[in-house]
């Protein structure tokens, strides 16, 4: 059985330089956000971002909601991934990401498709499922607070239609999820939620070791 490979620096610099569809807009967001306090960590990869892109196209996506918009590059792209009447609600609990973000999506022309909201993720969330109703949704991203992964979750769940996906981002959380010894709330929720995941028959599941882990949870 052939084992993953060891992606050095200068391989995933080859994976970006034949697959990365980079844009002067989606750079210039990038370059921005480094520049901010914990800008290079909480920021998207590129190319996990394009992957979240190329799935809305696979599920003929919609209607999505993102739990977490930070400067908005995954809202960015994932906008581009919608038809033109599609709408993407990102929810962020200050208006200081969007406010970053939005030059950015005008400049891309997909501002008209994405709708913010400011708010506590879970009240938030409660809310989408009466507006949009049960199922009123096609894909949920969620990057938000770890802490919170176990309860958007289950929201997200009752938010995505039968065959509407749910991505997670950050289920191996800097490596922490392997050290017992590592009790902070954020890093338990996503390790418990991470073993529930395993058993839970509502969803088809896959974990995907790419970025600091992402996990695609597809609703039966």
Request: aromatic share 6%; proline share 4%.
């Amino acid at each position: 059985m052939a084992q993953q490979t060891e992606f050095s620096p200068a391989l995933l610099d080859y994976v970006r330089k034949v697959s990365l569809r980079d844009d002067e807009i989606l750079s210039d967001l990038r370059r921005e956000t480094v520049e901010l306090p914990m800008g290079q960590a909480m920021q998207v990869m590129a190319e996990e971002a394009q992957f979240l892109a190329l799935l809305i196209g696979l599920i003929g996506a919609r209607t999505v909601v993102e739990i977490g918009t930070f400067t908005g590059y995954s809202t960015l792209c994932m906008a581009r991934a919608l038809p033109d009447d599609g709408r993407l609600i990102t929810v962020d609990v200050s208006e200081k990401w969007p406010m970053i973000a939005e030059p950015y999506w005008r400049r891309a022309g997909v501002a008209d498709r994405i709708e913010v909201r400011i708010g506590a993720a879970a009240d938030v969330l409660t809310t989408l499922v009466t507006e949009l109703g049960p199922e009123g949704a096609d894909m949920v991203f969620v990057d938000a607070d770890k802490a919170g992964y176990p309860l958007y979750y289950e929201a997200a769940l009752r938010l995505v239609r039968p065959g509407g996906l749910i991505a997670l981002d950050n289920t191996v959380f800097f490596g922490r999820v392997l050290d017992e010894d590592t009790r902070d709330a954020d890093t338990v929720a996503v390790r418990e939620l991470n073993a529930a995941l395993l058993h839970d028959d509502r969803v088809d599941l896959a974990m995907l070791s790419m970025a600091d882990g992402l996990t695609l949870a597809r609703r039966k």
